[in-house]
């Protein structure tokens, strides 16, 4: 009880702040909300479920949520393998060098999305990007003039790669805290019983460092699958003819582009929805390994 009494403040600060958007966000989807209707020269029309389904009838819409699924994935295993294996490095080498790796991670952390996302531009800029000149240095033909977001598929990799970059010392902190807490004569004890690197590390360090994990992997979900910066400025919008679109930025451009209110705030429900059953389904098959308790 006296544990829910100190959790109180916060649990009333959470849902000020983020039940009551949501419960606009929810009132809204259920109407036709356009530029008319915002600006007071029409009446609001109650559709109920009518965006949800239109949204559920759009084969672009179900293109847009595998591309999102597809991309987001990408994201977070390159994530959690980045930041993992840094930070199991990170134990292995001299303090200089570990602090450096550090600031270098909070750096690319700290950086704010449009700037980062500014800056990935340039290196992979057509004409004057220092990646081209580099391929083109040591040889590779067709470097000279590439362009880097004109491809689909090379536009969401060139994404993907800058979400990684920023999104990957979240995950290098928390794996490198859990790392340095694991006492050593449990490892000490794993090689006296003759077990190898790999042995210690899949049997007795990944199961004690699964907590953790979940935190890290729940947090990659929930900021990966929600990008919407990097795909908008490193995409001009969404790519050619939109084909680089994820939900953020689709909700974007029928909420603001479309003036389509409505719709681009059922958008946000499903996307809230989809977040939500991902995360619990993710915490269930976790409870079910005995991770939870």
């Not at 600006?39 to 009518?50: K, N, R, Y």
């Not at 602090?99 to 950086?111: E, N, Q, S």
């Not at 290196?123 to 004057?128: N, P, V």
């Not at 795909?231 to 451009?253: P, W």
Request: with cysteine; proline share 3%; net charge negative.
């Amino acid at each position: 009880m006296m544990a829910l009494l100190y959790l109180a403040p916060a649990a009333l600060l959470l849902v000020g702040m983020m039940g009551y958007p949501l419960y606009q966000l929810v009132q809204i989807s259920l109407y036709e909300y356009g530029q008319a209707q915002a600006s007071g020269g029409a009446p609001l029309e109650f559709l109920g479920a009518g965006n949800y389904l239109a949204l559920l009838g759009d084969a672009h819409f179900w293109t847009i949520l595998l591309q999102t699924c597809v991309f987001a994935a990408i994201c977070v295993l390159g994530s959690l393998v980045t930041g993992i294996g840094l930070a199991v490095l990170a134990t292995k080498v001299s303090p200089l060098p570990r602090i450096m790796l550090f600031l270098a991670a909070i750096g690319a952390w700290a950086t704010p999305a449009v700037a980062g996302s500014t800056v990935w531009l340039f290196l992979f800029d057509q004409d004057f990007g220092l990646i081209n000149e580099a391929l083109t240095g040591i040889g590779i033909s067709g470097a000279e003039g590439m362009s880097w977001t004109y491809d689909k598929y090379l536009a969401f990799g060139l994404v993907a790669a800058e979400v990684i970059w920023c999104s990957f010392p979240f995950v290098l902190v928390t794996t490198y805290a859990g790392l340095i807490g694991i006492p050593g004569e449990v490892v000490e004890a794993a090689a006296l019983d003759g077990a190898s690197t790999w042995r210690t590390t899949r049997s007795v360090l990944l199961p004690m460092l699964r907590p953790v994990l979940v935190i890290a992997t729940i947090q990659s979900i929930i900021w990966d699958f929600k990008v919407f910066t990097q795909v908008y400025v490193m995409t001009n919008g969404g790519g050619v003819a939109g084909q680089n679109m994820v939900l953020n930025v689709y909700a974007y451009q029928e909420a603001f582009a479309a003036s389509n209110y409505g719709l681009g705030s059922a958008i946000g429900v499903v996307m809230t929805a989809l977040l939500l059953l991902i995360t619990l389904l993710y915490l269930r098959a976790q409870r079910g390994n005995g991770v939870l308790s």
